[in-house]
């Protein structure tokens, strides 16, 4: 059976919902960049990196571009940028909202930190 249109929306929208992944697809708003570029930018850990980034381009999010021995991540589109940009201007609106609201508390793990979903 195949997925409903709405669970694969709801896989694709979760792609954006984790620190770390937000993170990543922050650094990669000025242009493509290697995994070691991306480890160093953000000071992750190459392996957490990766398995991010696998995530990210699963969910259709990024693409990577082959070259010699290295991969360069890029956004897969301008309008993953405008859904970025657009994120950061409706979350200038409504953060206090957000930062009030209990309601998605059970989407952190005890530590405060995001659990990752995918």
Not at 4 to 15: A, H, M, P, R
Not at 20 to 26: G, N, Q
Not at 37 to 49: H, L, P, W
Request: aromatic content about 6%.
């Amino acid at each position: 059976m195949l997925p409903s249109t709405l669970d694969v929306k709801t896989k694709f929208i979760q792609g954006f919902a984790d620190k770390t992944r937000l993170r990543i697809l922050s650094c990669l708003m000025d242009g493509e960049k290697t995994v070691s570029e991306i480890v160093e930018r953000i000071q992750g850990n190459q392996s957490n990196v990766s398995q991010h980034l696998s995530c990210l381009k699963g969910c259709g999010i990024i693409k990577g571009r082959q070259e010699g021995k290295y991969v360069h991540y890029s956004l897969r589109n301008d309008q993953i940028k405008e859904l970025l940009t657009m994120f950061d201007t409706v979350f200038e609106e409504v953060q206090n909202e957000v930062a009030a609201c209990d309601k998605n508390d059970g989407c952190l793990s005890p530590k405060g930190e995001e659990t990752i979903v995918e």
